[in-house]
T-cell receptor, first 113, second 113 residues
Framework: GNSVTQMEGPVTLSEEAFLTINCTYT??????LFWYVQYPGEGLQLLLK?????DKGSNKGFEATYRKETTSFHLEKGSVQVSDSAVYFC????????????FGTGTQLKVEL | DVKVTQSSRYLVKRTGEKVFLECVQD?????MFWYRQDPGLGLRLIYF???????EKGDIPEGYSVSREKKERFSLILESASTNQTSMYLC????????????FGNGTRLTVT
């Protein structure tokens, strides 16, 4: 079946540090891949997406590249801010699944001054 | 801006009660979803709907049912609440076209005692 595996958190970083949150997937066919972010007390919102191999999604300084050979979609940011503290979810949409998403378990990021 | 509104932020119910969680979206989206969010498990899909009066089971439908009588409203029903249904419930909506982002409500934290 389809599944998403994320690195476990929480991840604690100092402001301006480099961020990587690992995400790998298992899927039949060629899924679309997403990163969603959940700020405290809020619902999830789309951060970025990539719909085919080698696509790079980017938004708010975050980037992720769809790597078909390693079935990965790692989230990166060069310099994190305190305001980036949130829970980050990797997700996939499999071919023919409409808009139904399969989510990873989420990774909590805490950025300190 | 798309707005997905969940009727209650916090809810406390007793075991065996029938519970209704309501969700309304204001953007005429075809697709609506109910997820539950639990620590260490991420988001798991309970039910989704592609159109009025249409529903499909997600990954964990047992103990739940849904109703979609109008396009803008998608209700989750716990026929007889149990303590293992204590969780955060997230509603989401999306347009019918593929790869459209999901728009989430802020969630309902349900406690069953």
């Amino acid at each position: 079946g389809n599944s998403v595996t994320q690195m476990e958190g929480p991840v604690t970083l100092s402001e301006e540090a480099f961020l990587t949150i690992n995400c790998t997937y298992t899927a039949t066919g060629y899924p679309s891949l997403f990163w969603y972010v959940q700020y405290p007390g809020e619902g999830l919102q789309l951060l970025l997406k990539a719909t085919k191999a080698d696509d790079k999604g980017s938004n708010k300084g975050f980037e992720a590249t769809y790597r078909k050979e390693t079935t990965s979609f790692h989230l990166e940011k060069g310099s994190v801010q305190v305001s980036d503290s949130a829970v980050y979810f990797c997700a996939l949409r499999f071919t023919g699944g409409g808009n139904k998403l399969t989510f990873g378990t989420g990774t909590q990021l805490k950025v300190e001054l | 801006d798309v707005k997905v509104t969940q009727s209650s932020r916090y809810l406390v119910k007793r075991t065996g009660e029938k519970v209704f969680l309501e969700c309304v979206q204001d953007m005429d989206h075809e697709n609506m979803f109910w997820y539950r969010q639990d620590p260490g498990l991420g988001l798991r899909l309970i039910y989704f709907s592609y159109d009025v009066k249409m529903k499909e089971k997600g990954d964990i439908p047992e103990g739940y049912s849904v109703s979609r009588e109008k396009k803008e409203r998608f209700s989750l029903i716990l026929e007889s609440a149990s303590t293992n249904q204590t969780s955060m419930y997230l509603c989401a909506s999306a347009p019918g076209r593929n790869n459209s982002p999901l728009h989430f409500g802020n969630g309902t934290r349900l406690t069953v005692t």
